[in-house]
């Protein structure tokens, strides 16, 4: 009983901005770490950025420097800021929850939420 909700997506000009975030819900026991990904038409899910519920960062290398993940572990909730968009950012973007239930480490996805990018 686990549910990821996304919002923040839209449509945007390159090198404009867009903040994303996700609110998890339900019967979890542990987060480890929460994130997003992304997947553009007709290119595998990849992934964008994870934070730890210590606080540990990692980045994709095309987003590093540009997007900036966040996280209120008390609100279960976890944002993506994004700067400097670039058409190669378009795709749906998805959030991601690694955490623990009944003792073993589990992965829960949100619907996604879509990011388009124009020139």
């Known amino acids: 009983q686990v549910q990821l909700v996304e919002s923040g997506g839209g449509l945007v000009q390159a090198g404009g901005s867009l903040r994303l975030s996700c609110a998890a819900s339900?019967?979890?026991?542990?987060?480890?770490?929460m994130g997003w990904y992304r997947q553009a038409p007709g290119k595998q899910r990849e992934l964008v950025a994870t934070i730890t519920s210590g606080g540990f960062t990692n980045y994709a290398d095309s987003v590093k420097g540009r997007f900036t993940i966040s996280s209120d572990n008390a609100k279960n909730t976890v944002y993506l800021q994004m700067n400097s968009l670039k058409q190669e950012d378009t795709a749906v973007y998805y959030c991601?929850?690694?955490?623990?239930?009944?003792?073993?480490?589990?992965?829960?996805w949100g619907k996604g939420t879509l990011v388009t990018v124009s020139s």
């Open positions: 991601n929850l690694e955490g623990l239930r009944y003792g073993s480490r589990t992965d829960y």
């Open positions: 339900g019967s979890i026991f542990s987060i480890n770490a």
